[in-house]
């Protein structure tokens, strides 16, 4: 168990994934994305996906990311945000919201 203050401390926000590249550096199969969070700027996440989205697929999707987590090197890549998704067997499917929001939207 965590503190709510702990979870308080995460930015989870709305993105849109402008730009899709294949990430053949990766150890497991990924795309690179880049996704617009309106007001914070364009951020870059390495995500494993491949199985069930196509890279067309990701274009203008919304997605929920925390945004404030601290850069990764993946290969060559730096991720700087996380994008959420839930497993479903092998695949992961990835949270998004119900309706369009505003880039940079705050999830509470």
């Given at each position: 168990?965590?503190?709510?203050?702990?979870?308080?401390?995460?930015?989870?926000?709305?993105?849109?994934?402008?730009?899709?590249?294949?990430?053949?550096?990766?150890?497991?199969?990924?795309?690179?994305?880049?996704?617009?969070?309106?007001?914070?700027?364009?951020?870059?996440?390495?995500?494993?996906?491949?199985?069930?989205?196509?890279?067309?697929?990701?274009?203008?999707?919304?997605?929920?990311?925390?945004?404030?987590?601290?850069?990764?090197?993946?290969?060559?890549?730096?991720?700087?945000?996380?994008?959420?998704?839930?497993?479903?067997?092998?695949?992961?499917?990835?949270?998004?919201?119900?309706?369009?929001?505003?880039?940079?939207q705050q999830?509470?």
């Open positions: 168990m965590i503190d709510f203050t702990a979870f308080e401390e995460l930015d989870i926000r709305v993105g849109t994934v402008v730009e899709v590249r294949d990430f053949p550096e990766a150890q497991k199969p990924a795309y690179q994305l880049q996704i617009d969070f309106g007001p914070l700027g364009k951020l870059n996440s390495s995500a494993q996906i491949t199985e069930r989205y196509q890279k067309e697929d990701l274009l203008g999707k919304q997605v929920i990311a925390v945004v404030n987590l601290e850069p990764k090197k993946i290969a060559h890549f730096e991720s700087q945000c996380l994008v959420l998704g839930a497993k479903d067997q092998e695949e992961v499917i990835l949270l998004a919201p119900e309706s369009d929001l505003p880039n940079g999830i509470l």
